[in-house]
């Protein structure tokens, strides 16, 4: 019983990580989409819409988004200027 529920902990614990690793890809690719097809100027701006929408749903993990978006963004604005 003890060994079972340890299993179902550290299973539960993998998945959480591979979900907050999805956000991370989906959220870069989305910057790095900003950067690539939009002004500077109106990347920053859905940068910003899009970290305020987030911020409703899962509160301070938004910061974590703006973080992805904008090194996304960065990316994709540095690929665009080679």
């Known amino acids: 019983m003890e060994t079972t529920i340890k299993i179902e902990l550290i299973i539960s614990k993998i998945l959480k990580g591979l ?3 999805g956000f991370i890809i989906v ?3 989305i910057g790095l989409l900003l950067g690539l097809f939009l002004k500077e100027e109106s990347s920053y701006i859905w940068i910003g ?3 305020v ?3 409703f749903i899962m509160g301070p993990w ?3 988004t703006f973080i ?3 090194v996304g963004s960065a990316i994709g604005q540095s690929i665009k200027k080679v």
């Open 53 to 55: 929408g987030w911020a």
């Open 27 to 29: 959220f870069t690719v």
């Open 68 to 70: 992805e978006l904008a």
């Open 19 to 21: 979900k907050m690793l």
């Open 49 to 51: 819409v899009i970290t």
């Open 62 to 64: 938004a910061i974590a």
